[in-house]
């Protein structure tokens, strides 16, 4: 999500949230992704594995995502 907006990519990747048998690689980035130098985190052989709420608001849209590796790229 960004600035509240949702990402058709993201929504697509966990609206499955129960298919455990989805794995791939994420990178989330932390700033623009056209700034070369924003960093860059990648989730390896990652998938959704659960829905969870932490938050006192029972965020809906709230998931956990699990991975084997990660990585910080710059």
Known sequence: MRGGVRNPATTA???NVENTDT?????LID????DTNSR???LIDAWA????HLDEDDDPDAFANSFTDIT???
């Open 31 to 34: 700033g623009d992704p056209d």
């Open 72 to 74: 910080v790229e710059k």
């Open 13 to 15: 990747s966990v609206e």
């Open 23 to 27: 794995h791939q690689d994420v990178v």
């Open 49 to 52: 594995s659960t829905t969870y």
């Open 40 to 42: 860059r985190v990648r």
